[in-house]
């Protein structure tokens, strides 16, 4: 398999509005990222994906792109981000660019002229029909949106201040190749490609046999003719790495965008895990991990991650973050590192931040909960249930400010925080971790570094030993004469996993775990609650 720098990183996800607000205007701001450069140096991550930070009315929290040469007010100005880049690269780190080319803002320029007249020149830049089907959008009822000045509706995939672009358009696709080499020629390492698999959409846009089920809004014929052209204009121009936002492939579907053979994206996000996992299963996870590397493995490159910016902490949806939270946390992070992929980081992973739950639906921000919860209470829905229902996976869980100490919100701010801070802020901050030499932090920190030190843990061959098994997940790594064997209690009680005669016949050396000793009689492994083990098999 071919060895390249992306498949070795290890990346750290900064959601900078929640990050450090260097200002305290209660948002965070590319400086405040560049005042913590050196935390997230000094834990080894190499690779920064930094959310959006394009001039943006910031509906959908930058998502929503009303200039794309210029960096939004709230997070500074080009100069700082400027630095910012400097700064990664002096430090020997890397940075991708979150880009959304799927849709822009309503306020962008393009769509205003769009919207103004039915023969404007760029009309047909976005998708306007005289009658809407019947899909949802990912935020609203209808993925239509009437207008009365030209009597027709625009087509947008999120919200109606999102609409999607026209990609059958040879103009928008130009524009947009521009556009991204003016970020390349100012020397970022790559892109985090939002809602890739969305840009194509089908021929006429028949009704859907169930609108409920928005998978019809993905993985359109045409989108793969898109994805070379752009790989073919753009990207193999520049030494970078592509990151696509891939939602609801299979491992088949996924290997297209990332087959190295068909030049289109380098690495995915598969939603497999997400979509279909509101809390952990163990089976499922397992069968999907494999399914996942039979099909990619010496074809395509997989990443590994089960929380970012909209999906809520992994500690707290799928481990325990009360009496076992640190326990939880390390395991997580070691499956997550010792999985065959990339590890991605969400900021604040590194120190076991959880979910949190608001008491009033005034508390969020997230567009897409509160969308959902005026829909359901337009329907007659009792406001605390609806509340309660969209508490578990709202998207705000994982956009609470970083927590840094224990004083007044968390360290993130002087000012008013844009978003509620987690109230247990005061025994989870950084400064707790970094004094605790036992702390997630530092666990954290360890993975990275036996990353860099061992192949196995990137080039290795995957093997798992335990589909059938509810708790215990074991699996090995292989890369010539070295093997690694993983074992993960992923579970709140204890359990013993005997190890099957061909591992059995190894010497065992411990690389890392996440207890203090070792338990273990024979070939018997005593797992406590949430232990999670690497050893070397000699
Ligand atoms: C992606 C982003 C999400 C955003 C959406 C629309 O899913 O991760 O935060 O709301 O695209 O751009």
């Not at 404007?120 to 830049?125: A, F, I, L």
């Not at 846009?205 to 073919?232: K, Q, S, T």
């Not at 993975?447 to 030993?465: A, S, W």
């Amino acid at each position: 398999m071919k060895r390249t720098w992306w498949k070795e990183a290890v990346v750290y996800q900064v959601y900078w509005r929640s990050f450090y607000d260097s200002d305290g205007d209660g948002v965070g701001d590319l400086q405040g990222v560049i005042e913590k450069l050196d935390y997230i140096q000094h834990l080894g991550a190499d690779v920064i994906w930094l959310n959006p930070c394009y001039e943006s009315p910031d509906k959908d929290n930058g998502y929503d792109i009303s200039n794309y040469y210029a960096i939004m007010e709230k997070a500074g100005t080009m100069k700082t981000w400027e630095t910012l880049l400097d700064e990664v690269h002096k430090r020997g780190m890397k940075l991708i660019m979150d880009l959304v080319v799927n849709h822009t803002s309503d306020q962008h320029p393009w769509f205003i002229e769009s919207r103004s007249s039915r023969d404007n020149p760029k009309r047909d830049w976005y998708i306007w029909r005289d009658k809407p089907n019947n899909w949802r959008s990912y935020f609203t009822p209808s993925a239509w949106e009437y207008d009365e000045l030209t009597g027709q509706y625009y087509f947008h995939s999120f919200a109606a201040e999102q609409p999607d672009l026209n990609w059958k358009n040879p103009e928008v696709r130009q524009e947009i190749y521009k556009m991204m080499r003016f970020w390349l020629d100012k020397g970022i390492d790559g892109f985090r490609l939002d809602a890739i698999a969305l840009l194509a959409k089908p021929e006429g846009f028949p009704d859907a046999a169930d609108p409920n089920d928005i998978c019809y809004l993905a993985n359109n014929p045409g989108l793969h003719e898109y994805l070379r052209e752009m790989h073919e204009q753009v990207f193999r121009h520049y030494d970078i790495f592509t990151v696509g936002e891939v939602a609801f492939v299979s491992p088949e579907e996924g290997l297209k965008y990332v087959a190295e053979d068909r030049r289109e994206l380098n690495m995915l996000f598969h939603f497999q895990v997400c979509d279909e996992m509101p809390s952990w299963e163990p089976l499922r996870f397992k069968q999907i991990q494999k399914h996942w590397y039979d099909v990619l493995w010496g074809k395509g490159w997989n990443s590994q991650f089960l929380n970012n910016h909209d999906h809520t902490r992994q500690v707290t949806r799928y481990g325990n973050d009360k009496e076992y939270r640190v326990e939880s946390a390390k395991l997580l992070g070691t499956m997550l590192h010792t999985l065959p992929g990339t590890p991605y980081i969400y900021q604040g992973e590194e120190i076991g931040m959880t979910g949190v739950r608001f008491s009033s639906i005034d508390d969020y921000n997230d567009i897409a909960m509160k969308n959902k919860y005026k829909e359901e209470i337009a329907k007659g829905k009792d406001p605390q249930e609806v509340l309660e229902s969209l508490q578990p996976l709202s998207r705000d869980n994982s956009r609470t400010p970083m927590q840094w100490d224990d004083s007044p919100n968390a360290g993130f701010t002087t000012g008013t925080p844009w978003i509620k801070v987690n109230p247990n802020y005061k025994e989870i901050n950084v400064k707790q971790a970094l004094q605790d030499k036992n702390s997630v932090y530092y666990y954290y920190q360890k993975l990275i570094q036996l990353r860099k030190e061992n192949p196995v843990m990137v080039y290795g061959t995957f093997c798992d030993y335990t589909e059938n098994e509810p708790y215990i997940y074991a699996y090995t790594r292989e890369l010539d004469d070295v093997r690694w064997l993983i074992v993960l209690n992923h579970c709140d009680h204890a359990n013993d996993y005997e190890l099957p005669g061909s591992l059995a016949a190894y010497k065992r050396e411990v690389v890392l775990g996440n207890y203090l000793d070792i338990q273990e009689n024979g070939n018997v492994l005593h797992m406590r609650p949430h232990e999670a083990r690497i050893y070397r098999l000699i």
